[in-house]
């Protein structure tokens, strides 16, 4: 069987209303991961790209053939560690919080982990599917048939999310096989870009041109829309390659190291952890 990766790209926008980018995101062969942060004080971009770093350590720092629900799972323990150890550090980023969506290759196939109401889409041929389920308070009225998707829009807690990395608590992540083949097209983006722009118009833009092309495009959607949040695209197209690669593509919050609580920690524990299996 021939090994699947991704060929990846990465788009992060402040936005034409926020004063600083939140959001993280991390694209590469082997991971496709989007963190929209919040939380008052600077601190949303600290847990955006705190946690987007610690997952991408993790990966970075995995062995081949380790189990990816298992590598994804640890990833998100730690980084909840990681975010109440910042919080010990610097008590004015109480609060602070980030959804989660990461997209593992590890040669044998996907695994998606998520939290919270960045969403990941596959498109394949043109067929646009959700393969996320927001955390929100909205989407559990939905599934207990109390509001219909038409009543979302003008929602008074439309922006309620339910579940997300925190410092607080322990987070429930959803962590998924999925299947993928060669010439479908993933996007992961954060609420910037599906608050503003509709499906029909995102399945038009992302099924153009080359990954690059198409996350610039939904980028510069979600501004043409008004831009009124932070706004991350990751695509890829799955291909077929060596996931196993050590350059990735940082943009957001992620960009800037003053953002991390810690930047040589996950890497460090990471690397410990893959030396001592060997
Ligand atoms: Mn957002």
């Known amino acids: 069987m021939p090994m699947l990766r991704f060929r990846p790209a990465a788009r992060s926008d402040r936005g034409l209303v926020r004063a600083n980018n939140e959001d993280s995101g991390y694209a590469s062969a082997g991971l496709l991961l989007v963190a929209d942060g919040v939380g008052g004080n600077a601190a949303g971009e600290v847990a955006s790209a705190s946690v987007a770093h610690v997952v991408a350590s993790f990966v970075l720092g995995s062995r081949e053939r380790q189990d990816p629900v298992a590598l994804l799972s640890d990833a998100v323990g730690y980084a909840f560690a990681h975010l109440s150890d910042g919080v010990r550090r610097?008590?004015?980023?109480?609060?602070?919080?980030?959804?989660?969506?990461?997209?593992?290759?590890?040669?044998?196939?996907?695994?998606?982990?998520?939290?919270?109401?960045?969403?990941?889409?596959?498109?394949?041929?043109?067929?646009?599917?959700?393969?996320?389920?927001?955390?929100?308070?909205?989407?559990?009225?939905?599934?207990?048939?109390?509001?219909?998707?038409?009543?979302?829009?003008?929602?008074?807690?439309?922006?309620?999310?339910?579940?997300?990395?925190?410092?607080?608590?322990?987070?429930?992540?959803?962590?998924?096989?999925?299947?993928?083949?060669?010439?479908?097209?993933?996007?992961?983006?954060?609420?910037?870009?599906?608050?503003?722009?509709?499906?029909?118009?995102?399945?038009?833009?992302?099924?153009?041109?080359?990954?690059?092309?198409?996350?610039?495009?939904?980028?510069?959607?979600?501004?043409?829309?008004?831009?009124?949040?932070n706004v991350t695209c990751i695509v890829g197209d799955v291909d077929d390659g060596n996931p196993h690669v050590r350059n990735g593509h940082l943009v957001g919050a992620h960009q800037n190291p003053v953002n991390l609580i810690d930047p040589a920690a996950a890497l460090a524990y990471s690397l410990e952890r893959g030396a001592t299996v060997e």
């Open 90 to 229: 610097d008590p004015a980023r109480a609060g602070m919080a980030t959804t989660l969506t990461a997209l593992l290759a590890d040669g044998d196939g996907f695994t998606l982990a998520h939290v919270g109401d960045s969403r990941g889409y596959l498109l394949r041929g043109p067929v646009l599917r959700q393969l996320t389920r927001d955390d929100t308070l909205v989407q559990e009225l939905i599934d207990e048939g109390r509001i219909t998707r038409q009543d979302v829009a003008s929602h008074p807690y439309r922006s309620v999310v339910v579940r997300s990395v925190a410092a607080e608590s322990p987070p429930v992540v959803s962590i998924v096989r999925v299947e993928l083949e060669p010439g479908d097209r993933v996007l992961l983006c954060s609420d910037g870009l599906t608050d503003l722009v509709p499906d029909d118009l995102i399945v038009r833009l992302l099924d153009d041109g080359s990954p690059t092309t198409a996350a610039q495009r939904l980028v510069d959607a979600a501004l043409a829309a008004g831009g009124r949040d």
